[in-house]
Structures are given as structure tokens and as C-alpha cells.
């Protein structure tokens, strides 16, 4: 049979990754029949994930959700039957319009998060669409935001050198962060910087791959980077590594600095961190005199009580240096500060109606779904782009919450995921392949297109389309609920800002990716110009005290970490990380499909000395426990943790763990000092035979 002339469409990664790699998809006969890395993307240059290189498996798998589907067992259960959409959407509007009649609009939530990200289809007509019917405001701050607070009380913002120009640095320190495997398109960056010279240092509290293939690894207890920081100011100042010409014209509280550090020994931080004095002496020695230095760091260490202190005094280091003067040099974040300051957010016109006043922070979800004294209560919910049943922390609350019979949740999904199944409306969703978006990174400087390159499959449609048919069932006639998807992205970048100069929607569309407007090569800070009230790097910050900081960096135990209550570190005397660990996994998503979980299922690593504590084996059952749940694992022994520290790497969904309790029941939901983030390692936990 003749299948017609094969197309190839231009497209780009939608997930939750810094990378956002583009991509090509060969498509004929209207199905998709090949995915690659576009070869011409400056940054991934035609290299895919082992996860993305079998999403054609995703997009084509018989567990597809591709009608819409309506609760018939319990919650939980994942029984369902299909519907139209007609009586999927009737059923929605009725529900939300008597629920809102009865509680007021604050009764019902829209929750999303980065599962699928881009401009218009991570969040963009749900803003209108929940503002005029005034629900809760979801605070989506899980991720991301309290290490870019924390960047800006120093530095005034969270921009950053561009990754790319990693490749003139000659001392690099990747600071909590895996970048082999989750950033895993910079690391040939890094390895041309080293070729060329370079030594590369990770500082991290698990030994990860990327710690395996540095040429130095150091290893803190978790949580205890601040101390280090300030160990490392200690000895720049006492050994006259500090750049002085440059800190005095460009920095603000320097002799103030010099005062609070000078009681931060090495011998101080080695007995917080875990680490000999003299490793610290010499990392600091390395830091002060190789150049151009850089840190690159991206949200992982910020998931702690006092992330973003850390992330406040890791902002002082390069400015003590003068590490911004070089290409190469100063501090490596999240980039994506430099695209959202040229994008503008999808808002209500003027006279619409507007949101509801009460807040609820994502990673508290279950705090809202369970607590009975909320006013007026959650008894509707509508989750995208997300499954907080598995990523949000101190899941059990969670899981208590969406088994509420009370609770009406809709569910917009490809898969039946463990918040699907606890759904009273199943939606069907698309996926990259079949909507279309744009794509900011925040791993470099490029926009990515994306076009659909087949039609949806079955009944799935996208999260906009989905959001002016709910508009349409709950009759309302405001023509900015309507707008088109190419209008939406029209809307969002602001051409007008210097940083879109060079782009425009059809050459964009043509080329599949565009750099951003920025200088090339980039020293943002240079002769210092920070978007500070003075213009400087803010050693001492007012906006810190503003914020209940101290007006100084500085480090302080977490209530659950090293050094915490001695009560509670008596009952749980082990750290938990739950770690990305397998390339195969993404957050939540594949875990669940063939080829990419590790083969045994889930488990919890733990240094040989804790276990010959407690009598156990390798490869014996294990209690997991805290205050917030029990978890039954299987128990291996690894060289990634330190003594002290045990982890339980994240992904698996509750079907895949032995008693159906995953690695956030046991993990903390308390907020982060300031940003709204979550403590997640933070957790202390004991392990016993089971």
C-alpha cells in the first residue's frame, strides 16, 4: 500500500527538564513513525533522553486514556466508564455551578504543574477562566522559586551567566545538582571546558554519576551547604583571595560579611557538614584563584527549611571573587529568568471579575484537602500537567484528601495515574505531538516551537481546547475565554522587549528555535549593574530582614536535618533523600511503561555501617517510617549515601510499591524560609526489618 510522502515537523521537549531539546518528528500516513533530536539546536544538538527517545511509545501505548471516563468503583480503585465529552463537560459545569452556589467560588482549585510545560498549555486560559469564576489561587512555587528568591535578595534577581559559556570556565562546581542525568545536554559543555583544561568539583550530599565522573567530589550532610559557603568566605578573606577592587565598586555590606564569617571556621563547618576542615580549606583556595571559576547550580539543594538562605549565601561567593568579570565566570542557575522577564503573563482584562483571595500552596495540598477547618472547604478540583498524589509531599494526606467522597476532581491525563484513579471525571489529554505550543527553557537561551505534527488520537484534546469547552458548558460569553492557541502565544511574548528583538512567530515557527536577544557572548555582571536599590550585590540585604532573614548570610539547623531537635533526630535518626536517580523516569512520568523502570521496583539505600546497626541484609525487607507514614522497601546497600543519610529514589507510582505508600509519604511539607518552596529533604526517617 502506498503510504504517501513521508513530513518531517519541528517540534520541542515539553518536559520538566532544563535541556528542552528540539526535536523532528517523521510522520506518515498521519502517524508518527520517528522521533530525533533536531541535529541543528545549538544546545542538544540531535541528542534525545532514553526517555524521549521512546516517547512515540508513550504517545502510541494501549494504556492511553483517549476517552473521557466517569467513576464507577471507589476512589482509588480506578474503575471507570467511558462518556462522551458532551456529558463530561454537562456533568463538570453542573457540579462546579452548585458547588460554587453553595461554598462561594474559593471552593474550587486548579492545580498543574510542569508535566507538560510551554507557554500556553502548562498555564495560560485557566488564569481567566478560574479568575472569573473566583476560585483559590494556587500557588505554584514547589520548584524553582525559592532558590531564585533566594539568588535575588544577593544579587537583586535570578539571572545568571549562559550554561552554554561553560565551556570557557576553568574551575566549575556543579552544586547539587546531577547534571549527567538530569541535565544531561550540558555535560558535553563541560567536558569540552575540561579537554581544554577545566576541573570539574560536584558538591553533593548523594554520590551521583556525575559525582562519579568529577574530578573531586565532596560530600556534606544535606542541608548543611550554607555552613560550607561561610567556611569558604572565611578563609577567601583570611588568605587575601578576595577580589577587593572588584567588591568594593560593585558589592554593598562587605566589611559587615568579613564580621559574620570570621567565626565561621573550617573546624565549625567540618563538625555541621561532615567534611575534614582541610578539604574546605582547599576548595576554598581552588575557588579564589582558578579563573574564570563558576558554579552551576540549579533547585535541588533549595528543598530544604532554610533553601533559600542556602541559595542567598551561595549568591555571595562570585561576587567575593570577581567571578563575574570573566566569560566563563560568576554563577550558573535556572535561565529562565532571562525568557520570563520578555514574556507577559495571560491576565484578565480590566473589567472581568477576579480571583478569590485565598492562597493554597501546592505542596500543602493535602494540608487543604484534609484540614476541617478550612472556609469555606475544597470540594472541587481540577488537576493538569500534574499528579500530585505521587510528587506532592507528606503524600498520605494527599491521598486521604482525593479519597474524599465529597470531593468532586476532574482529572485532565494521558495515563491513569495515582491521582487519575482517584478521580470522579477522567479527561483525555494530548500530547506534545499533537498540540501546539512554544517552549521557554531554563536550561539556555533558546524558544522552541512546537507544532503538532499528528492530530490528536481518539478523543484526547489539549489543555486549551478543554478550557474553552469548559467556558462554553458553564455559559460563559466573555470572547477572551475563546482565544485561539496561536493568539494565546501572540499574547505571551512581548516583542517589544529588547529580548525579543530577533524573534518573530513565523521564523520562529520556520526554524523551530530562536536564541533570545542577549549579548553573545554574555557577562551580564561585569561592571556589576545588578538590579539591586543600589545597583550592587547585597551582602547585607534589607529585603532579607523584610523577609524575616537575618540581614546577613548565615546558616541554621533545619528542624528536621543534622543537627535538628534532638527529640525528633532521637526517634529518626537517618536523613531521607528522594532523589531523581534513573534516567528511565522523569518526575512521575514513564515509570509505569515498558523499558524504563529498573528492574526489582522501588527500594532504600543505606550505608552498610547503619544497616549492620539495625540487623539488616542487603536485599531484605525494610520499615521506612517517620511521623507521616511507613513505607515497606526492599533494602540496599550503596556506596551513593554517606552514614547517616539513606535514599529512596522517586518515581515509582503507588502500584509499583510493595504496600502502595511511595517515597513522598514520609517526605516534609513544611515551607522553605522564603519562595514558597517545600523541605522536602528535610525528612528524618528510621529503617528497620521489616
Same mark, same amino acid.
Given at each position: 500500500?502506498?503510504?504517501?510522502?513521508?513530513?518531517?515537523?519541528?517540534?520541542?521537549?515539553?518536559?520538566?527538564?532544563?535541556?528542552?531539546?528540539?526535536?523532528?518528528?517523521?510522520?506518515?500516513?498521519?502517524?508518527?513513525?520517528?522521533?530525533?533530536?533536531?541535529?541543528?539546536?545549538?544546545?542538544?544538538?540531535?541528542?534525545?533522553?532514553?526517555?524521549?527517545?521512546?516517547?512515540?511509545?508513550?504517545?502510541?501505548?494501549?494504556?492511553?486514556?483517549?476517552?473521557?471516563?466517569?467513576?464507577?468503583?471507589?476512589?482509588?480503585?480506578?474503575?471507570?466508564?467511558?462518556?462522551?465529552?458532551?456529558?463530561?463537560?454537562?456533568?463538570?459545569?453542573?457540579?462546579?455551578?452548585?458547588?460554587?452556589?453553595?461554598?462561594?467560588?474559593?471552593?474550587?482549585?486548579?492545580?498543574?504543574?510542569?508535566?507538560?510545560?510551554?507557554?500556553?498549555?502548562?498555564?495560560?486560559?485557566?488564569?481567566?477562566?478560574?479568575?472569573?469564576?473566583?476560585?483559590?489561587?494556587?500557588?505554584?512555587?514547589?520548584?524553582?522559586?525559592?532558590?531564585?528568591?533566594?539568588?535575588?535578595?544577593?544579587?537583586?534577581?535570578?539571572?545568571?551567566?549562559?550554561?552554554?559559556?561553560?565551556?570557557?570556565?576553568?574551575?566549575?562546581?556543579?552544586?547539587?545538582?546531577?547534571?549527567?542525568?538530569?541535565?544531561?545536554?550540558?555535560?558535553?559543555?563541560?567536558?569540552?571546558?575540561?579537554?581544554?583544561?577545566?576541573?570539574?568539583?560536584?558538591?553533593?550530599?548523594?554520590?551521583?554519576?556525575?559525582?562519579?565522573?568529577?574530578?573531586?567530589?565532596?560530600?556534606?550532610?544535606?542541608?548543611?551547604?550554607?555552613?560550607?559557603?561561610?567556611?569558604?568566605?572565611?578563609?577567601?578573606?583570611?588568605?587575601?583571595?578576595?577580589?577587593?577592587?572588584?567588591?568594593?565598586?560593585?558589592?554593598?555590606?562587605?566589611?559587615?560579611?568579613?564580621?559574620?564569617?570570621?567565626?565561621?571556621?573550617?573546624?565549625?563547618?567540618?563538625?555541621?557538614?561532615?567534611?575534614?576542615?582541610?578539604?574546605?580549606?582547599?576548595?576554598?583556595?581552588?575557588?579564589?584563584?582558578?579563573?574564570?571559576?563558576?558554579?552551576?547550580?540549579?533547585?535541588?539543594?533549595?528543598?530544604?527549611?532554610?533553601?533559600?538562605?542556602?541559595?542567598?549565601?551561595?549568591?555571595?561567593?562570585?561576587?567575593?571573587?570577581?567571578?563575574?568579570?570573566?566569560?566563563?565566570?560568576?554563577?550558573?542557575?535556572?535561565?529562565?529568568?532571562? $525568557? =520570563?522577564?520578555? *514574556?507577559? /503573563?495571560? +491576565?484578565?482584562?480590566?473589567?472581568?471579575? &477576579?480571583?478569590?483571595?485565598? !492562597?493554597?500552596? %501546592?505542596?500543602?495540598?493535602?494540608?487543604?484537602?484534609?484540614?476541617?477547618?478550612?472556609?469555606?472547604?475544597?470540594?472541587?478540583?481540577?488537576?493538569?500537567?500534574?499528579?500530585?498524589?505521587?510528587?506532592?509531599?507528606?503524600?498520605?494526606?494527599?491521598?486521604?484528601?482525593?479519597?474524599?467522597?465529597?470531593?468532586?476532581?476532574?482529572?485532565?491525563?494521558?495515563?491513569?495515574?495515582?491521582?487519575?484513579?482517584?478521580?470522579?471525571?477522567?479527561?483525555?489529554?494530548?500530547?506534545?505531538?499533537?498540540?501546539?505550543?512554544?517552549?521557554?527553557?531554563?536550561?539556555?537561551?533558546?524558544?522552541?516551537?512546537?507544532?503538532?505534527?499528528?492530530?490528536?488520537?481518539?478523543?484526547?484534546?489539549?489543555?486549551?481546547?478543554?478550557?474553552?469547552?469548559?467556558?462554553?458548558?458553564?455559559?460563559? $460569553? =466573555?470572547?477572551? *475565554?475563546? /482565544?485561539? +492557541?496561536?493568539?494565546?502565544?501572540?499574547? &505571551?511574548?512581548?516583542?517589544? !522587549?529588547?529580548? %525579543?528583538?530577533?524573534?518573530?512567530?513565523?521564523?520562529?515557527?520556520?526554524?523551530?528555535?530562536?536564541?533570545?536577544?542577549?549579548?553573545?557572548?554574555?557577562?551580564?555582571?561585569?561592571?556589576?549593574?545588578?538590579?539591586?536599590?543600589?545597583?550592587?550585590?547585597?551582602?547585607?540585604?534589607?529585603?532579607?530582614?523584610?523577609?524575616?532573614?537575618?540581614?546577613?548570610?548565615?546558616?541554621?539547623?533545619?528542624?528536621?536535618?543534622?543537627?535538628?531537635?534532638?527529640?525528633?533526630?532521637?526517634?529518626?535518626?537517618?536523613?531521607?533523600?528522594?532523589?531523581?536517580?534513573?534516567?528511565?523516569?522523569?518526575?512521575?512520568?514513564?515509570?509505569?511503561?515498558?523499558?524504563?523502570?529498573?528492574?526489582?521496583?522501588?527500594?532504600?539505600?543505606?550505608?552498610?555501617?547503619?544497616?549492620?546497626?539495625?540487623?539488616?541484609?542487603?536485599?531484605?525487607?525494610?520499615?521506612?517510617?517517620?511521623?507521616?507514614?511507613?513505607?515497606?522497601?526492599?533494602?540496599?546497600?550503596?556506596?551513593?549515601?554517606?552514614?547517616?543519610?539513606?535514599?529512596?529514589?522517586?518515581?515509582?507510582?503507588?502500584?509499583?510499591?510493595?504496600?502502595?505508600?511511595?517515597?513522598?509519604?514520609?517526605?516534609?511539607?513544611?515551607?522553605?524560609?522564603?519562595?514558597?518552596?517545600?523541605?522536602?529533604?528535610?525528612?528524618?526517617?528510621?529503617?528497620?526489618?521489616?
Amino acid at each position: 500500500m502506498n503510504r504517501g510522502p513521508a513530513r518531517e515537523v519541528l517540534g520541542t521537549c515539553h518536559h520538566d527538564c532544563p535541556d528542552s531539546c528540539g526535536w523532528v518528528v517523521t510522520v506518515e500516513a498521519d502517524r508518527a513513525v520517528r522521533l530525533r533530536g533536531n541535529p541543528a539546536h545549538p544546545y542538544s544538538r540531535g541528542e534525545l533522553c532514553p526517555k524521549v527517545n521512546r516517547l512515540l511509545e508513550r504517545v502510541y501505548s494501549p494504556d492511553r486514556v483517549l476517552t473521557p471516563l466517569e467513576r464507577t468503583g471507589a476512589k482509588g480503585q480506578g474503575q471507570f466508564r467511558p462518556i462522551s465529552w458532551d456529558d463530561a463537560l454537562a456533568r463538570i459545569a453542573a457540579e462546579w455551578t452548585e458547588r460554587i452556589a453553595r461554598h462561594g467560588g474559593e471552593t474550587l482549585l486548579g492545580y498543574f504543574d510542569a508535566g507538560t510545560q510551554g507557554l500556553i498549555q502548562m498555564t495560560s486560559l485557566d488564569r481567566r477562566l478560574f479568575a472569573v469564576l473566583g476560585a483559590s489561587q494556587h500557588d505554584a512555587t514547589i520548584c524553582g522559586s525559592t532558590a531564585r528568591t533566594g539568588l535575588t535578595l544577593t544579587n537583586g534577581t535570578g539571572l545568571g551567566a549562559d550554561p552554554m559559556d561553560i565551556v570557557h570556565s576553568r574551575f566549575i562546581v556543579l552544586w547539587g545538582t546531577n547534571t549527567r542525568l538530569t541535565n544531561r545536554h550540558l555535560w558535553p559543555f563541560i567536558e569540552q571546558a575540561r579537554s581544554a583544561g577545566a576541573t570539574v568539583v560536584v558538591v553533593d550530599p548523594l554520590r551521583t554519576s556525575t559525582a562519579e565522573a568529577a574530578d573531586w567530589f565532596i560530600q556534606p550532610l544535606p542541608g548543611t551547604d550554607s555552613a560550607l559557603m561561610l567556611a569558604m568566605m572565611a578563609v577567601l578573606i583570611a588568605e587575601d583571595l578576595v577580589d577587593k577592587p572588584w567588591v568594593d565598586a560593585h558589592t554593598v555590606g562587605y566589611e559587615a560579611l568579613v564580621e559574620r564569617v570570621s567565626a565561621w571556621t573550617p573546624a565549625r563547618a567540618s563538625a555541621i557538614c561532615g567534611i575534614p576542615a582541610e578539604e574546605i580549606v582547599a576548595l576554598a583556595r581552588a575557588y579564589g584563584t582558578i579563573r574564570p571559576c563558576v558554579i552551576r547550580t540549579l533547585i535541588g539543594a533549595e528543598h530544604h527549611e532554610h533553601g533559600g538562605e542556602l541559595f542567598r549565601t551561595m549568591a555571595a561567593l562570585p561576587a567575593l571573587i570577581g567571578a563575574w568579570r570573566d566569560l566563563g565566570g560568576g554563577l550558573v542557575g535556572s535561565s529562565g529568568p532571562w $525568557t =520570563e522577564e520578555a *514574556l507577559i /503573563d495571560i +491576565d484578565l482584562p480590566a473589567d472581568a471579575g &477576579r480571583w478569590g483571595s485565598r !492562597h493554597i500552596n %501546592m505542596a500543602q495540598l493535602g494540608r487543604a484537602l484534609t484540614d476541617p477547618l478550612l472556609a469555606p472547604p475544597l470540594t472541587a478540583l481540577y488537576v493538569w500537567n500534574a499528579n500530585p498524589a505521587l510528587t506532592a509531599p507528606a503524600a498520605e494526606s494527599t491521598r486521604r484528601g482525593l479519597a474524599r467522597e465529597d470531593l468532586f476532581t476532574v482529572v485532565h491525563e494521558q495515563f491513569l495515574t495515582d491521582t487519575a484513579r482517584c478521580a470522579d471525571v477522567v479527561l483525555p489529554a494530548t500530547t506534545q505531538l499533537e498540540h501546539l505550543d512554544v517552549v521557554p527553557a531554563w536550561g539556555h537561551l533558546y524558544l522552541g516551537w512546537n507544532e503538532a505534527a499528528i492530530a490528536p488520537l481518539g478523543e484526547a484534546r489539549s489543555n486549551t481546547e478543554v478550557f474553552r469547552n469548559l467556558a462554553a458548558a458553564l455559559g460563559r $460569553t =466573555e470572547t477572551w *475565554l475563546y /482565544d485561539s +492557541d496561536e493568539q494565546l502565544i501572540s499574547q &505571551r511574548l512581548n516583542f517589544a !522587549h529588547e529580548r %525579543m528583538q530577533a524573534i518573530s512567530l513565523p521564523s520562529l515557527r520556520a526554524s523551530g528555535f530562536q536564541r533570545l536577544s542577549v549579548p553573545d557572548p554574555l557577562v551580564p555582571f561585569a561592571e556589576g549593574n545588578f538590579p539591586t536599590p543600589s545597583g550592587r550585590v547585597q551582602f547585607v540585604s534589607a529585603a532579607a530582614t523584610a523577609a524575616g532573614l537575618d540581614e546577613l548570610p548565615d546558616y541554621r539547623p533545619a528542624r528536621e536535618g543534622p543537627g535538628g531537635e534532638a527529640e525528633v533526630l532521637g526517634r529518626y535518626p537517618l536523613q531521607l533523600l528522594t532523589p531523581k536517580t534513573h534516567p528511565g523516569f522523569l518526575n512521575s512520568t514513564y515509570s509505569v511503561l515498558p523499558h524504563h523502570g529498573p528492574p526489582g521496583g522501588p527500594f532504600v539505600e543505606l550505608d552498610p555501617s547503619d544497616a549492620a546497626r539495625r540487623g539488616i541484609a542487603d536485599g531484605q525487607m525494610v520499615v521506612v517510617s517517620n511521623d507521616r507514614a511507613t513505607v515497606e522497601l526492599v533494602a540496599r546497600f550503596s556506596p551513593r549515601v554517606r552514614p547517616g543519610v539513606v535514599a529512596i529514589p522517586f518515581g515509582w507510582w503507588q502500584q509499583q510499591h510493595p504496600d502502595g505508600r511511595t517515597a513522598n509519604a514520609l517526605t516534609n511539607d513544611e515551607l522553605a524560609d522564603i519562595g514558597g518552596g517545600v523541605a522536602f529533604s528535610d525528612t528524618l526517617v528510621e529503617v528497620l526489618p521489616a
